[in-house]
Nanobody, 121 residues
């Protein structure tokens, strides 16, 4: 079983930065995608960013492109979500996930418990 553990969430003022980490333990698929999703209060879960693990190709939602990056650390089995120029609308619980197939739609087979990101005005 693959287990994912997010960390790095917190409270930050608009314009600030946060760095989220997702550590992967257990056996992963030979070829897979690591994705970040978020869910704000009263809203549906939405895709944020993803990276194909073997090739390192990144993908970003339009709402975060140019502000967020998704580097990886193969040696540490960790995927990062570097969030810059944060806006209040970025406030959400952020989840990392591992999946196959479609980058945006999955299936994503494993999910972390989430970490809260709050951006104040």
């Amino acid at each position: 079983q693959v287990q994912l553990a997010e960390s790095g969430g917190g409270l930050v003022q608009a314009g600030g930065s946060l760095r989220l980490s997702c550590a992967v333990s257990g056996r992963s698929f030979t070829s897979y995608t690591m994705g970040w999703f978020r869910q704000a209060p009263g809203k549906e879960r939405e895709f944020v960013a993803a990276i194909t693990w073997n090739s390192g190709n990144p993908y970003y939602a339009d709402s975060v492109r140019g502000r967020f990056t998704i580097p990886r650390d193969n040696a540490k089995n960790t995927v990062i979500l570097q969030m810059n120029s944060l806006k209040p609308e970025d406030t959400a619980v952020y989840y990392c996930a591992q999946g196959r197939g479609s980058v945006r739609y999955g299936p994503y087979d494993y999910w972390g418990q989430g970490t809260q990101v709050t951006v104040s005005s």
